[in-house]
């Protein structure tokens, strides 16, 4: 497996730190509104995978640009459409760029790192790529819920490489940072659950899945709540598709249609689960299914 496919949180999170970047920069910038909306923008749809639309909004934004942080925002954001379309090389290529750029923050310079380290990922340089994420965890400015997200990505170079208790290991870490971030529990059981899928160990990995599911999340903040649910209803759809590679398509139809009929569930799980449904409808073709 090359070629790692970048993960829902991490596209949320690459498509809207430079957001979040201007939005602190803004403290102490004069320049108007209409550049910090064109990014919003530009990461709303980068987020949504409206590729083209994504580029004209950070095309705009280049256009308002006025300060050298603000400029290098824009090319990052541009990087990352090209990593979220698997361009890796081309992402690649643009985040090596703005590094040779010495004056940008070390903040900034982080989160280009995050990316560079996806592209190698993508790109099947997996030494250099744990690398960067082993660079950015080591950080005393990084904090923890990137080092987690750096940790999923470790993890994942390793699961590319079948190297599945070099996986494990890293993504154990994870709980480390309890203390810090609440979903951290959930966020490691829910990968270790995939893991144990690729390995065929189908009731472990169940047990995993519905530890995700026992996590109450009342207490969390706004923001972590939505990651909780949305690993929560990735969790259930990852749970009812073990059925299918296990050879039970009864089991996986019933607990598919579970899932879609639930409220309230995040609407990339939904549209995942319909599609799954619609290719499990049982036919008089169908051999040896386990009823």
């Known amino acids: 497996m090359k070629i790692i496919k970048l993960q829902l949180f991490t596209l949320l999170v690459l498509s809207s730190y430079p957001c979040l970047v201007f939005a602190a920069e803004q403290k102490t910038s004069n320049l108007p509104p209409t550049y910090q909306q ?3 923008e530009g990461a709303d749809n980068l ?7 994504a580029r004209q909004n950070y095309a705009e934004a280049a256009k308002t640009a006025k300060t050298n942080v603000e400029k290098i925002l824009v090319q990052l954001s541009i990087a990352n459409i090209d990593l979220a379309q698997s361009k890796f090389k081309d992402s690649q290529f643009k985040l090596l760029q703005i590094l040779t750029d010495k004056t940008i923050p070390d903040f900034i310079s982080v989160m280009v790192k995050m990316s560079l380290g996806q592209a190698y990922a993508g790109n099947g340089q997996n030494e250099e790529a744990r690398s ?6 080591a950080l005393e400015k990084s904090f923890d819920r990137l080092k987690i997200l750096n940790q999923i990505s470790i993890a994942q170079t390793f699961i590319s490489e079948k190297d599945y208790q070099s996986a494990q ?5 994870i709980k480390s940072y309890s203390q810090t971030v609440p979903t951290a529990q959930l966020t490691s059981d829910f990968w270790l659950g995939k893991i144990t899928i690729l390995q065929k160990r189908w009731d472990e990995a169940r047990v995993k ?4 599911l026992k996590v109450e999340s009342n207490n969390f903040t706004q923001q972590e709540r939505m990651t909780a649910r949305i690993y929560q209803d990735q969790a259930r759809l990852e749970n009812a598709l073990s059925y299918e590679k296990e050879g039970n398509r009864t089991q996986a139809r019933s607990e598919l249609q579970v899932l879609i009929e639930r409220p309230s569930v995040a609407p ?5 689960a319909k599609k799954q ?5 049982p036919t008089d073709q169908i051999p040896n299914e386990t009823k």
């Open 169 to 173: 290991t890293e993504l154990e870490k």
């Open 209 to 212: 899945f519905s530890d995700v």
């Open 132 to 137: 960067t994420f082993r660079e950015m965890n």
């Open 277 to 281: 449904l619609k290719l499990l409808q």
């Open 268 to 272: 990339q799980v939904l549209a995942e």
């Open 38 to 40: 064109w990014l919003q």
């Open 47 to 53: 987020a949504a995978k409206n590729f083209e639309d």
